[in-house]
Nanobody, 128 residues
Framework: QVQLVESGGGSVQSGESLRLSCAASGFTFSSTCMGWFRQVPGKQLEGVTSITGDGLTQYADSVKGRFAVSRDNAKNTLYLQMNSLKSEDTAMYYC??????????????????????WGQGTQVTVSS
């Protein structure tokens, strides 16, 4: 079955960096769209970034220029490099996938309902 396991969260000061990882299994990772989402308690889930199997990316405006998504298809692992962190980046971060669509050039929009597989989340806390 599909499994997504995030790691790398923690507590940092404003301006510092963190790298999140997501280990994936149970589907054809190399041809599957992957993404990162985040949620603050009491607020809506926010799409942060996505990456196609071929490496095409999209980002939310709030993280452009600070966050970078990447993937290692040989290791079935997704990454999120977060630089210049701000207090407003504090959230639970979730890895997501669309394993039902095996197209290496495709990703849905960050607000799409097509995202249907989720990890358990990893907490990121940024103190100012």
């Amino acid at each position: 079955q599909v499994q997504l396991v995030e790691s790398g969260g923690g507590s940092v000061q404003s301006g510092e960096s963190l790298r999140l990882s997501c280990a994936a299994s149970g589907f054809t990772f190399s041809s599957t769209c992957m993404g990162w989402f985040r949620q603050v308690p009491g607020k809506q889930l926010e799409g942060v970034t996505s990456i196609t199997g071929d490496g095409l990316t999209q980002y939310a405006d709030s993280v452009k220029g600070r966050f970078a998504v990447s993937r290692d298809n040989a290791k079935n692992t997704l990454y999120l490099q977060m630089n210049s962190l701000k207090s407003e980046d504090t959230a639970m971060y979730y890895c997501a996938a669309v394993p039902s669509v095996v197209l290496s050039y495709w990703c849905p929009g960050l607000s799409s309902q097509r995202w249907n597989s989720w990890g358990q989340g990893t907490q990121v806390t940024v103190s100012s």
